[in-house]
């Protein structure tokens, strides 16, 4: 037979264990979102820094189309922060393409924005287009 004493006893460890797990799992979810979060300020990094090797010259440091080089082109640069504004949504395949030049067509003539796709891989690309969504301008601006 249980005595009242032992009963309560149980609920208690029963009540501490049910604490300690709970707070475990918050603990192990508060640091992969902090691992995830570290991860994309990382991926954000690595993207800046190719950016400002090879699209600043002409996209300027701001990514507004004002670079240094940009007086020198018969075609003005785009101006990077206002691509979601353009297309109604931030067109990650799209970006991707053109930066590449995959969907760059003889026919269309030279355009005056290089092919990267010699230059630099599909994640290097990748990272460059996630940056590049870092920075879009609000719809309202
Ligand atoms: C030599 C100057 C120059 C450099 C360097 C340059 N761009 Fe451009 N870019 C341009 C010009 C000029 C345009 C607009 C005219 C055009 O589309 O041909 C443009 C357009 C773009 C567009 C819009 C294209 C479209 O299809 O609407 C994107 C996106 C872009 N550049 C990204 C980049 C990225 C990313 C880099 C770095 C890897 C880069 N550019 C480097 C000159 C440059």
Known sequence: MMTK???NLLIGVVV??????????????AAAAGQAGNQMKMQLGQG???????CASCHGTDATGKGPVAIA?????????R????????????LQ???SGENALPVHGNRD?????????????ALLVKYIESIQKPFSI
């Open 113 to 125: 924005m290089p092919v990267w796709g010699g230059t630099l891989n599909r994640n290097q690309i």
């Open 16 to 29: 501490l264990l049910a604490v300690l797990l709970t707070a475990f799992a918050m603990f192990e979810m």
């Open 5 to 7: 004493k032992m009963r």
């Open 83 to 94: 691509i979601s504004k353009e297309n109604g949504k931030f067109p990650i395949e799209k």
């Open 73 to 81: 082109l018969r075609v003005p640069p785009t101006d990077l922060t």
């Open 48 to 54: 800046q820094k190719i950016y400002m090797q090879y």
């Open 97 to 99: 393409a053109s930066i």
